[in-house]
C-alpha cells in the first residue's frame, strides 16, 4: 500500500480510504501504524496492539 511516512504511521491517500480498514478492531484508517504480510498481501493496522493480535492468531482474521 503506497503512501508517505509521517510520525503519526503511513498515510492512506484518500481515494483508498474506503477500503483501509484495521482487520482486527474494525476501525477505518486514516494513518496506519503497522502492517504485517500474510501470503503476499499487507494487512494494515490502527496500532502495535492490534498487529500483535493478528500475529498471535492470524486465521482469525486472514480471509483466503
Known sequence: MG???SDKGIEVPKELLA???D???GMSLETIADTAMV??????FCSVDC???F???PEK???N
Not at 501470503?39 to 494494515?44: I, L, Q, T, V
Open 3 to 5: 503512501g508517505t511516512a
Open 39 to 44: 501470503n503476499g498481501k499487507a494487512y494494515p
Open 19 to 21: 477500503v483501509a480498514k
Open 61 to 63: 482474521y486472514v480471509v
Open 55 to 57: 500475529k498471535a492468531h
Open 23 to 25: 482487520v482486527v478492531c
Open 51 to 53: 498487529k500483535k493480535e
